[in-house]
Every structure is written in C-alpha cells, then in structure tokens.
C-alpha cells in the first residue's frame, strides 16, 4: 500500500524526534519549522524543508502538527501562509500539541469548512519516546478518520487510544500533564525537606521511589533533581501552560482543579525565577533557596 504523504510541522523537542521517526519508516516528508536550522537538520535525513506552512501543505495528504500553544497553533494554521490557506480536499489534519479544547474545536471547524477532515491527537511519552516510536496517541474525532491514518500513527506509537468525539485526545492530556504537575511539584517540596534534614538522601529517596509514592513520574524527576541536570526534556514553562489550560477547562466542567492550581503557582514561579525553558524538574530549585 502506498504511504501517504506527510507535512510536519513543530519541530521542537518532541517534533523532531517524531519526524525522524516517519522519514525513517520511509515516509515522504516535509518539514515546516520557525526556526530554519531545525528544519535543515532534518533535510538530511531526507526530508524536504517548506519555506512557509502554506508550502508544506500543499501537496500534504496528512499534516501534524506539534507546536507550543494555542497562540502557535492559531497563527500555524490560519495565518496568511497558513497550513488552510493551501490545504488540499480530502487531507487529514493531525494537531498532536497539547492545546486548549475550544481551540481544538474552532480548528476542527475551520478544517472542516476546507473539506479535510481533523483529529486532535496529542501523545504522552517524552524526549526519548519520540524518535523510537514509542509514544501513545490520545485520540479525539471521527473513528473513521483515524482508520485512514491509522499507519501513520503506528509508525510513531506503541499505542492508539481512542477516545471519543473531537478535543477528547487534548482534554485528557491536559488533565493528565496537571496531575504530573501536582506530582512534580509536592515531591520538590518533600526533597527539599529532605535535604535540609540531614538524612541519608540516598535512602530515603529509595523508600520513596520504590515505594507507594514512586508513580513514574516522580522516579523521572527524582534523579534529574538530585543531579541538578534540568536538560530539556520537557520544558517547565510548557508545562505550566499546560496545568492552566487544565484548570481553564475544570472551570468549564464546574470542576475546580484545586491541587492543579497551587502547582501552577508554584511552576509559574519558577519560570519567573528563571527556570522556564529548563526541564521541569528544575521546579525544585525555588525550594532550595
């Protein structure tokens, strides 16, 4: 069966690595990234690089997309050499970032209305998940769109879940990344409690990491705090913004996101303080102080 041809585009972090990954399963790919040098580093793995999105999706039969924000999105696929402004019938469009629900549902509308067809599909996995295809897509839209590109996604994940109408994929991403937030940031808190007490660190932090409180996201964080090595896996003040648009979304479900909003307090201090476009571990800094 003949692959389809794909546009991507966001090549931060995550969108990179996914990129690579389809190029190498033998996708034809193009390539859209603000930044110019992220997009020629992809060239030589064999993809074409789009000066503009207009241009990368022209003659895309699917488009992804994974950029910061709402704002990113917005301006990616409405601007004036936006992905709409040159999309063919027909196309599927993939938006893969972690972005607000009326978002994802306005854009679904304005694809719509070029006679493509959407899926909001944001993933869960990180850095090293990317490139391997070892993410999971959390699916919202028609479930025969998603059969159409269903080998695009397995090419990129190890699992696809679908969960319902459109903006279901982006709902439960976001109320997932602000549970990890509120993880995160209690066991900042508790290591630097820890810290201060003189204990046997090495210990002590066994007895949490291997115990009842060592969810998966804090055996992630724990050695990046201890070692202070805050690399970029997933940036602090994206996560942030992705704890708000949660708790934007607990307002319009009458769910008010308590634990939700002391940890975005928390993280939004710290990306004042400095630590923003550190990894997210780098939370526990603040607390050091």
Known sequence: MKKPTIAFLGLGIMGAGM??????????VTVYNRNPEKSAALASAGATVAATPRAAAA????????????AASRSLWLGAEGILSAIQPGAICIESSSLSVGWVKELAAA??????????????????????????????????????????????????????PTGSGVLLKLVNNSLNGVQIAAFAEALAALERSGIDLPKALG??????????????VAPRMTARDYTPNFHLKLLAKDIGYAIGEG????APMTMAVNALKLFREAAAAGYGEQDMAAIVEPFRK
């Open 19 to 28: 990129a690579r990954r389809l190029l190498e399963q033998g996708f034809a």
């Open 111 to 164: 694809v719509a209305a070029k006679d493509a067809e959407f899926l909001d599909c944001p993933v869960t996995g990180s850095k090293a998940q990317a490139p391997t295809g070892e993410l999971r897509f959390l699916v919202g839209g028609p479930g025969g769109t998603l059969e159409k590109v269903r080998t695009v996604l397995e090419a990129l994940s190890v699992e696809i879940i679908h969960l319902g």
């Open 207 to 220: 007895v949490i990491t291997n115990g009842a409180s060592g969810s998966p996201i804090v055996k992630a």
């Open 251 to 254: 307002h319009c479900l009458t």
């Open 59 to 70: 003659k895309a039969e699917v488009i992804i997309s994974m950029v910061s924000d709402d």
